[in-house]
T-cell receptor
């Protein structure tokens, strides 16, 4: 079945550091890929998404590129802020009547 | 007002008690989901419903039941709560008309403690 693997956290960075959170997936067909973010005390919300190979999703300074050849969708940000501290989930959706598969989440802590 | 609401936000109960968690949405979405979140395990799907007449088990449905009372309402019940059901529970909705780009919209969560 489908699966999503994320790097284990927590990840601790200083403000303005470069961020990479790795995500790889296993799926049949051509799923859509997503990054969701969960701020403390809140539910998950969509951060960005990509629907086909080589698509780049971007939002709030975060970017991720759909790499079919490496089955990856790594999340990056050039300069993190304290307000980016949250848990980040990678997910895939095959579409249709198939359910979404989430990774286990990576906690990011940004210190001033 | 929030598009997806959950009640209660926090609940403490005792082993063996029956409890219900409720979810309401104003997004007009047909699809609704219940997940639980545990540290280190991420999100696990309990039940999902693709429309009012459709209910499906997820990967961890044992010990849980659901009711889809209307398009806007999806309730999760623990018939006889046990301590390992202590977790953070999320309701979510999605719109199938968006196809493969289908985004899930989450409620704020219910933190449940079973003593």
């Amino acid at each position: 079945g489908d699966s999503v693997t994320q790097m284990e956290g927590p990840v601790t960075l200083s403000e303005e550091a470069f961020l990479t959170i790795n995500c790889t997936y296993t799926a049949t067909g051509y799923p859509s890929l997503f990054w969701y973010v969960q701020y403390p005390g809140e539910g998950l919300q969509l951060l960005l998404k990509a629907t086909k190979a080589d698509d780049k999703g971007s939002n709030k300074g975060f970017e991720a590129t759909y790499r079919k050849e490496t089955t990856s969708f790594h999340l990056e940000k050039g300069s993190v802020q304290v307000s980016d501290s949250a848990v980040y989930f990678c997910a895939l959706s095959p579409g249709g009547y198939q359910k979404v598969t989430f990774g286990t989440g990576t906690k990011l802590q940004v210190i001033p | 007002d929030a598009d997806v609401t959950q009640t209660p936000r926090n609940r403490i109960t005792k082993t063996g008690k029956r409890i219900m968690l409720e979810c309401s949405q104003t997004k007009g979405h047909d699809r609704m989901y219940w997940y639980r979140q545990d540290p280190g395990l991420g999100l696990r799907l309990i039940y999902y419903s693709f429309d009012v007449k459709d209910i499906n088990k997820g990967e961890i449905s044992d010990g849980y039941s659901v009711s889809r009372q209307a398009q806007a309402k999806f309730s999760l019940s623990l018939e006889s709560a046990i301590p390992n059901q202590t977790a953070l529970y999320f309701c979510a909705t999605s719109d199938p008309l968006t196809g493969r780009t289908e985004t899930q919209y989450f409620g704020p969560g219910t933190r449940l403690l079973v003593l």
